[in-house]
Nanobody
Framework: QVHLVESGGGLVQAGGSLRLSCAASGRTFSTYAMGWFRQAPGKEREFVASITWNGRSTYYADSVKGRFTISRDNAKNTVYLQMNSLKPEDTAVYYC?????????????WGQGTQVTVSS
């Protein structure tokens, strides 16, 4: 129902910043709560941030509160994740997800992921 493509990942020094983008195709994008999840090698995929369909409310994992900001532009069919004060433990593949439930649970549609590597 929604095709998602992430971009913006890369290599950054600890303390640096990156902005991830998730471009969506699908006529129902604006009705979905959207989210970002991440997965490090050998670890389970975990919730990072989500945003309601109208952008009114946002939710963050405790580990990223105060450092990451999720936003969306429904006119552009795009959701963003601004990541500041990056730490090595933020290193992971970051995935965009459509139709997040209960603020932290993923819906069925995933992007392909974009690698974020934070060096010490």
């Amino acid at each position: 129902q929604v095709h998602l493509v992430e971009s913006g990942g890369g290599l950054v020094q600890a303390g640096g910043s990156l902005r991830l983008s998730c471009a969506a195709s699908g006529r129902t994008f604006s009705t979905y709560a959207m989210g970002w999840f991440r997965q490090a090698p050998g670890k389970e995929r975990e919730f990072v941030a989500s945003i309601t369909w109208n952008g009114r409310s946002t939710y963050y994992a405790d580990s990223v509160k105060g450092r990451f900001t999720i936003s969306r532009d429904n006119a552009k069919n795009t959701v963003y994740l601004q990541m500041n004060s990056l730490k090595p433990e933020d290193t992971a593949v970051y995935y965009c997800n459509a139709d997040v439930r209960g603020a932290t649970k993923p819906g069925p549609d995933w992007g392909q992921g974009t690698q974020v590597t934070v060096s010490s």
